[in-house]
């Protein structure tokens, strides 16, 4: 289902336990109380993929956080459009591309995930925005301030001198970011208990972000120290550029103005055109 897969391809086919006829009901229904598959039933009765245990975002939920598709991949004219990027020399780029709505809502409609240059990573990034480029805001990772080993400048300079593009440093405390994300993915319930609409949403269409939710985890111990030490307090390192990517977005702090919307400054009467003084 995913049009930017590349050979060679690999399928899969979900099977549920129910669609075995040989299997005694009862049997199945023990599996379901019993309380050590409390964590495992999704595996073991639908044949899903997932990580068993030390997820980042265990309330991260399909049915309920990914949508549809932007229709005929048309962008909102309401909406901010805020990417997140987290820049390489050697991996690829990870690039979230994210709407904020008037209701305070992110929808995280595009990712790109693509090595090279910035100047083919931009490339990219215009075909996708369309008339929407340059984006309203960019969050981006220190480590883009660094010379690049490619071009001698950094990807900050690049972006904004040569493209454009209106840059922000990404706050780097993965702690609060995990938590904002957390609470963004999962508000709670309201006053008399109905669970409250989740405040950030990922379309069908970003294959890869969604494929690094289900499988964020947390570092573990290799030996035998995790039976007498607290469990890491961080998450793996790997394969998690766009979870990063959308946690600098949510950490930005920005809040939500009419994109078209400018303010002209209030100048007073008796400023001297000459001096620019009182």
């Given at each position: 289902e995913n049009p930017e897969a590349v050979p060679p391809y690999v399928a899969h086919w979900h099977m549920s336990i129910y669609e075995n006829p040989h299997l005694d009901k009862l049997a199945i229904?023990?599996?379901?109380?019993?309380?050590?598959?409390?964590?495992?039933?999704?595996?073991?009765?639908?044949?899903?993929?997932?990580?068993?245990?030390?997820?980042?975002y265990p309330m991260y939920n399909e049915d309920r956080h990914v949508i549809k598709p932007l229709e005929g991949g048309r962008i909102p004219d309401d909406w901010l459009v805020v990417l997140g990027i987290d820049p390489h020399d050697r991996n690829p780029h990870g690039v979230v591309i994210c709407g904020f709505t008037k209701e305070n809502n992110w929808i995280v409609f595009d990712?790109?995930?693509?090595?090279?240059?910035?100047?083919?990573?931009?490339?990219?990034?215009?075909a996708k925005l369309g008339k929407r480029f340059p984006p309203n805001l960019a969050i981006i990772d220190t480590s883009a301030n660094a010379p690049q080993s490619l071009t001698g400048r950094s990807v900050r300079e690049e972006?904004?001198?040569?493209?454009?593009?209106?840059?922000?440093?990404?706050?780097?405390?993965?702690?609060?970011?995990?938590?904002?994300?957390?609470?963004?993915?999962?508000?709670?319930?309201?006053?008399?208990?109905?669970?409250?609409?989740?405040?950030?949403?990922?379309?069908?269409?970003?294959?890869?972000?969604r494929r690094q939710l289900k499988h964020y985890i947390w570092q573990d111990w290799a030996t035998r120290r995790r039976e007498t030490q607290d469990p890491k307090e961080k998450p793996m390192k790997k394969d998690d550029h766009l979870c990063d990517s959308v946690r600098y977005v949510v950490m930005s702090g920005i809040h939500y103005r009419p994109p078209g919307l400018t303010v002209k400054p209030k100048i007073p009467s008796n400023v001297s055109p000459v001096t620019g003084y009182f």
């Open positions: 229904d023990a599996v379901l109380k019993d309380p050590a598959m409390k964590d495992n039933v999704e595996a073991a009765i639908y044949g899903k993929f997932f990580a068993h245990s030390g997820l980042v990712e790109i995930v693509q090595g090279g240059t910035i100047d083919e990573l931009v490339k990219t990034l215009k972006l904004t001198q040569k493209h454009g593009i209106y840059l922000f440093d990404a706050h780097k405390d993965v702690t609060a970011g995990r938590l904002l994300m957390s609470e963004l993915l999962d508000p709670g319930k309201d006053a008399n208990g109905k669970p409250l609409l989740p405040k950030l949403y990922i379309t069908e269409n970003c294959y890869n972000l």
